[in-house]
């Protein structure tokens, strides 16, 4: 059974069409999802099961990303594109909040010898009854323990860089956010970074200041055109691996000539993708210095080069 765009559905005694759903909820997709598991019933689960399940074609933006020296990476994403993104020896654990494992993760957080983890916030495509999706999932999502004590410890405990996060999830950032306001730094010194599209260059301080207050977080921009393409998110990633992967090579480099044991550091083999000349703004300058500066206080800190 499938839903045709004209067939009339039901939701809180009213009739709408599939189209009017698609059309006129288009901005709220939580209400767009509640609505359509409400008269899709027993075939909702196999369909998001379908949907957000693994695909076959890998993307160089995202096997940029993962060969980045990421302590652990959160997404609240459905699909399994980060683990399938690692080389199959070196593929982290991936886990839910809904797991029992969350807690063990949420405890353990701080200890710099814990294995990678990828940490799907949001549920996943291989368990669709604990996916987050729709108004009715995300009100007992906010009301989740867990999601409530990951919240309060996992900020402290580390730096988090947003990548593709459009920070228009209220609910999610709604906890976020009350922790932030709690650290004594979010006027200072931002702990929080984030990848972020820039339109309007006229926007850069306006949006900073909001990212700063609000949130406690850096913006780290890179230019997009509306409805374009995210060839610069692409350049961005790539132009990070180059420079991570180097400082991690001139650490060992330094270790190896200064010790007379080999080092035991173990780096992924990755394929280092040029990336196109890209001629950046003051701004993005800035953002993408700060991160290399946190990566070689990193590096020099912990000789593996991993990102908090």
């Not at 949420?106 to 729709?134: A, C, F, M, W």
């Not at 300058?285 to 990566?295: I, P, S």
């Amino acid at each position: 059974m499938r839903l045709a765009r004209g067939e009339e559905i039901k939701s809180n005694g009213q009739t709408v069409t599939v189209e009017q759903v698609l059309r006129d909820f288009r901005d709220r997709p939580l209400v767009q999802a509640q609505i359509l598991k409400e008269n899709l019933r027993e075939l909702y689960f196999p369909l998001m099961a379908e949907l957000f399940g693994p695909k076959v074609r890998r993307m160089a933006a995202i096997a940029d990303l993962v060969s980045l020296p990421f302590k652990h990476l959160l997404t609240s994403n459905y699909d399994p594109a980060l683990e399938q993104h690692h080389s199959p020896p070196n593929e982290p654990a991936s886990i839910c909040l809904h797991d029992d494992a969350a807690s063990q993760f949420i405890l353990e957080i701080s200890d710099d010898n814990r294995p990678k983890h990828i940490v799907h916030v949001h549920g996943r495509y291989d368990d669709p009854q604990h996916i987050i999706l729709t108004e009715e999932d995300y009100g007992l999502y906010v009301r989740s323990a867990v999601l409530d004590e990951f919240w309060r410890v996992v900020p402290v405990a580390r730096r988090l860089i947003f990548f593709g996060f459009g920070f228009k999830d209220i609910d999610l950032l709604y906890s976020f956010r009350r922790r932030q306001r709690a650290l004594e730094n979010i006027q200072g010194n931002p702990r929080q970074f984030a990848v972020m599209p820039l339109h309007d260059p006229a926007q850069e301080n306006v949006i900073t200041i909001r990212m700063r207050m609000e949130y406690g977080i850096e913006p780290i921009f890179f230019f997009h055109r509306p409805h374009g393409s995210f060839v610069e998110y692409d350049d961005l990633i790539s132009m990070l691996k180059q420079d991570i992967v180097g400082m991690v090579s001139e650490q060992l480099a330094d270790e190896v000539a200064t010790r007379p044991v080999q080092a035991e550091v173990a780096i992924e083999p990755v394929e280092v993708v040029a990336a196109d000349q890209i001629v950046l703004a003051d701004a993005v300058r800035v953002g993408v210095e700060n991160l290399r500066e946190m990566t070689r206080a990193n590096i020099a800190r912990r000789g593996t080069g991993d990102l908090e």
